[in-house]
Structure formats: C-alpha cells, structure tokens
C-alpha cells in the first residue's frame, strides 16, 4: 500500500531550539550532502537539513526541520514534544555523543579538523541494513538513485523545497514487494531476491532490535552475516549507517581506501592493508572512517543565511 501523499507538509507553529553540545550540522550531516540531492528522504538544502517521516499508524507524511543559526543552537521542527525531537536528534545526529580520543596521528588530526563531527545515521539498524543492500557496489550517487526508485514505489511523498521527499519503506512493505517490480528499478535479480528475503526476517522479528546492536554491536553482526546478501562490509555498513556504531569497519570500502591513501601519504595502501592499518583505530574505526571520508568530500555546503522558522521553544 503506498501511503499517503500530501502536496505541501504541514509546518508546525512551534519549533524546538536545543544547545548543539559541540555539535557541528554541516559537518555531521555531510552524508547527506554527498548524495546531491538524490537520496529520497533526507536532502540538505543550502544550510538546512531536512528529512521526511511517517507520522504514526495513518501513512501521513511531515517534515523533519533542522538548522544550526550559530555555533551554540540547534533549531528542530516537525515534532509535537521536545523530548520526542531530542530523541531523534539523539539517534539521528548523534547530539549526545562524545567524540573519542584516537591515537593514530594522521585520524588524531583529522579528528581536530571536524570537531562537531557526529555519527549521522538513519536512526534504525532494521533501515540501514536494508539500505546497505540497495547501495551494494555502488557510488554514494547511484546508491542514493536506486533507494529512490525502490522508495517511488510505495510512497508519492510530499514536495518542500522544490524536490519530493520519499519515506523509506517499512520492512513489511519491502517484503511483500514483488521481486519483479524491485528488478524494474535497475536492482539485480539477486539483489532484489536479497532485499525481500531480509525484509521479511525483519518484518518477522529474526533480525536484532538497535537496543541488542548497542548492546553487542559485534555479536549482531555475526548475526547480519547470516543474512541473505550481508557479508562483512555490508554487517558493519548497518550497524555504522543505521544506529551509528562507534567501532564498525567497513572493511573493502573503496573510498575509505581513498581517503586513507590521500591522507597517510600511502599511494601503495590496499584493502588488506588498510584492514591492518585500522586496527589502531579501536574502539573507534567507525568514526576514524568519518573522519577520513570528511577530508575527502568536505561537509556540506552552506550557500545561504541561516533562517529561522516559527516561534521557538527553548529547551
């Protein structure tokens, strides 16, 4: 069933205005940024971050607004509760989080370079798994691309700030989608097959909950593994994009090789021994990778003034 489109979102009367704690947002969600525009739910437009979401049991979709106006402020929209948003924030952006202390000088100074670096994630290890399978052997674009055409499928969305912004599909939605459709949006029949089956270990609750990822985040990936179409990178892609896991390697990501290569002076690195190399990264390599990467692709860019919107209330 797709849900519900609307053709303008409903913009709350009251914003939510949070301390950054050190937190950065161009920085943290530079991700995003890197998709250009083509990621279905979330985009960053010129200094705002904006994610579409499901608004309870009705399949209706709102609008989640963040903005940073100045080093010490987060201004968050789209939620009834500030304690609701700070829960969002808290899983999405990583706002209670601490950065660690990492000994390896070349991640060490990478480090000080982004020091409102956050775990940006999607706020759920069931999404990012399915996620990552859609994004398997990929650029960060065309992966962005093909989640778009798997999420037209089940929802017409919502329009803001001149694109259309998608949901994710639930894992129940994904595993009664028929494979034949998945494979019409460039997918391979394996990866279709792939992204089905796993959803349906989801949507049956075969598949840890982000409280026992936290937990054990090795131990779950064990678990992934077994999975239809998950071997190690794409375990450890889950648990660093889903619930922003401090140690997850993604061991094989070409532009980790890249960023490390350019950044330790290394023309000679390989994935192997980029695997060596990262263990004097525990029990951090999850955001020694964001660091590395961030030197490569650079945070988001902010094109225009910071705005406000509605009247605040603080917290």
């Known amino acids: 069933m797709r849900d519900a489109g609307m053709n303008q979102p409903p913009i709350a009367d009251v914003v939510f205005e949070f301390p950054a ?19 279905p739910s979330v985009d960053w437009i010129g200094g705002e971050f904006v994610q579409v979401r499901r608004l309870g049991e009705s399949g209706e979709l709102g609008l989640i607004r963040t903005l940073q106006p100045d080093q010490a402020t987060l201004v968050v929209s789209g939620f009834a509760e500030p304690e609701e948003a700070a829960d969002w924030m808290t899983r999405s952006l990583g706002w209670r989080r601490t950065p660690p202390v990492i000994d390896d000088p070349v991640v060490a100074e990478a480090m000080r370079a982004f020091p409102g670096l956050r775990p940006y994630a999607h706020g759920s290890l ?9 994004g398997q052997g990929v650029t960060v674009q065309a992966g962005a691309v093909m989640e778009r055409r798997v999420a037209e499928i089940h929802s017409t969305g919502l329009e803001f700030g001149g694109r259309r912004f998608l949901p994710f599909p639930s894992a129940e939605q994904l595993a009664e989608t028929p494979v034949e459709r998945l494979r019409a949006t460039g997918l391979t029949w394996r990866r279709a097959e792939g992204i089905v089956k796993v959803a349906r270990h989801v949507a049956d609750g075969d598949v840890p909950d982000d409280q026992a990822a936290h937990a054990d985040p090795e131990g779950v990936a064990r678990r992934l593994i077994a999975l239809p179409m998950i ?30 290569r350019r950044e330790y002076d290394r023309p000679e690195l390989t994935l192997k021994t980029l695997d060596s190399l990262a263990e004097a990264w525990r029990p951090a390599r999850a955001w020694a990778a964001r660091a590395l990467w961030l030197r490569l692709l650079g945070p988001a860019p902010i094109t225009s003034e910071p705005r406000a919107f509605g009247p605040r209330s603080d917290k």
């Open 126 to 134: 069931h999404q990012g798994l399915l996620t990552v399978i859609i």
């Open 231 to 260: 071997g190690p990178w794409s375990a450890a892609a889950a648990l660093l994009w889903g619930i922003g896991s401090d140690d997850a390697h993604v061991s094989g990501d070409v532009a980790l090789l890249r960023a490390a």
């Open 21 to 39: 704690n050190g937190l950065d947002l161009a920085t943290t969600v530079a991700p995003v940024a890197w998709g250009q525009g083509r990621w």
